[in-house]
C-alpha cells in the first residue's frame, strides 16, 4: 500500500536529549512537510522540502533541524534548543501541486 | 499568509446537511481554499479544493462566494463517522498550507 508512515508512534525523552523523528513515503511525491499541533490547536509549519536536498524554514522552525538526503524521506530532529517540544508532530507529502498527504503522526513527549 | 477564521464548534443531527462556514477576507486571487478533517489523533484527511468556482467531490461540497472571502463545507448527509475537527486552509505560494483553529463537529443521533 501507498502511503506515509511516522514511527514511532508515541515517543518519550527527556529534556535537553534531541530526538529525531521519522518520515517515509512510498507515493513519489517530491515534496514533504513536518508539521507541529499542541492541543486543541491548528497545524503549524515547521519545515518543508520542495525537492531533495533542499528544503525552507516554516513558520515555527526554531529549535528543529530536518535533512532531506532521499525522496522519500525527511526526518526531523527535535533539538535541545526547542523550549516546549512535547507536541503531536505530523508530516505530509504532495506531488506537485496537488492535496497533501499526511501521515498518523507522532506524539512527543518530553520528561 | 491569507488567514481563516471559523466557529470553533457546531452540532449536526445524523442524515442531515452540515454546513461548515468559514472566513478568509485576506485570500489573495491564486491562492486555493482546501479543506481537511481530523478524527482524534489521526493525521488530517483531505476532503476538497477549489479556486473560484464551486466543487463537488464524493465526499462533500464547496461553495466559494464571488469574492472568494468566504466559502462553506456541505456534507450533505451527515453520518456519526464525520465527527471530527474540521479545517478551512489556504495554499498559498510554495504549496504551503496555513490552518486556523478548525470547527469540532459532532454529529449526533
Known amino acids: 500500500d501507498g502511503g506515509i508512515t511516522q514511527s514511532p508512534k508515541y515517543l518519550f525523552r527527556k529534556e535537553g536529549q534531541n530526538v529525531t523523528l521519522s518520515c517515509e513515503q512510498n507515493?513519489?511525491?517530491?515534496?514533504m512537510y513536518w508539521y507541529r499541533q499542541d492541543p486543541g490547536q491548528g497545524l503549524r509549519l515547521i519545515y518543508y522540502?520542495?525537492?531533495?536536498?533542499?528544503?525552507q524554514k516554516g513558520d515555527i522552525a526554531e529549535g528543529y533541524s530536518v535533512s532531506r538526503e532521499k525522496k522519500e524521506s525527511f526526518p526531523l530532529t527535535v533539538t535541545s534548543a526547542q523550549k516546549n517540544p512535547t507536541a503531536f508532530y505530523l508530516c505530509?507529502?504532495?506531488?506537485?501541486?496537488?492535496?497533501?498527504?499526511f501521515g498518523p503522526g507522532t506524539r512527543l513527549t518530553v520528561l | 499568509d491569507a488567514k481563516t477564521t471559523q466557529p470553533p464548534s457546531m452540532d449536526c443531527a445524523e442524515g442531515r446537511a452540515a454546513n461548515l462556514p468559514c472566513n478568509h477576507s485576506t485570500i489573495s486571487g491564486n491562492e486555493y481554499v482546501y479543506w481537511y478533517r481530523q478524527i482524534h489523533s489521526q493525521g488530517p484527511q483531505y476532503i476538497i479544493h477549489?479556486?473560484?468556482n464551486n466543487e463537488t467531490n464524493e465526499m462533500a461540497s464547496l461553495i466559494i462566494t464571488e469574492d472568494r472571502k468566504s466559502s462553506t463545507l456541505i456534507l450533505p448527509h451527515a453520518t456519526l463517522r464525520d465527527t471530527a475537527v474540521y479545517y478551512c486552509t489556504i495554499k498559498a505560494a510554495g504549496n504551503k498550507l496555513t490552518f486556523g483553529g478548525g470547527t469540532r463537529v459532532l454529529v449526533k443521533p
Open positions: 477549489g479556486l473560484k
Open positions: 507515493l513519489n511525491h517530491d515534496a
Open positions: 505530509a507529502s504532495n506531488a506537485d501541486y496537488n492535496e497533501q498527504f
Open positions: 522540502s520542495q525537492i531533495v536536498n533542499d528544503f
